[in-house]
């Protein structure tokens, strides 16, 4: 059994390595700007709150700080303070970040395609998110608002 584990986290770690790499070559955008670019992307008006934005990216503030300054300087994010509460800062996608978090997603999608999609089909594929999905559900954190289904081919 921690021999069948262990090959499920290498196996994740060797695409996950093989994928980032390709993203950070290709657009100079390290894993967790990329992670924010993207949750930006997803996000309503391609804003979030700073503070849930690094809680859901899983980093710290000094963290989150560090990856915001490094967007804010290369024009992809700008740092809006909300109108509503003057304590809550946004995280706002440039017109260029929503560009290149846009054009990083569609080659994200294209590399998944050929380095899972393709070695593994479209049913070993499905398979495997919906595996990944049911073990989300029962040992993590699972939003009100989502409810297991079962994977379907994405479209980017």
């Not at 924010?36 to 989150?64: D, N, Q, V, Y």
């Amino acid at each position: 059994m921690v021999t069948w584990w262990g090959l499920v986290i290498e196996g994740y770690l060797a695409t996950q390595d093989r994928l980032m790499g390709e993203i950070e070559r290709r657009f100079g955008l390290a894993p967790a700007s990329f992670d924010i670019l993207i949750r930006l992307l997803r996000s309503p008006e391609h804003r979030m709150p700073m503070t849930r934005l690094a809680k859901e990216a899983a980093l710290s503030s000094g963290g989150f700080t560090k990856v915001a300054d490094r967007l804010a300087a290369a024009g992809l994010i700008q740092r809006v303070p909300s109108p509503d509460d003057r304590r809550v800062t946004f995280a706002c996608l440039t017109d260029h970040g929503k560009e290149i978090a846009c054009e990083a997603r569609r080659a994200c999608a294209a590399i998944l395609r050929e380095i899972v999609l393709e070695p593994l089909g479209t049913d070993t594929s499905t398979a495997l998110a919906d595996a990944m999905r049911l073990l989300r559900s029962v040992n993590g954190r699972q939003d009100a608002a989502e409810q297991p289904s079962r994977a379907s081919t994405p479209s980017t």
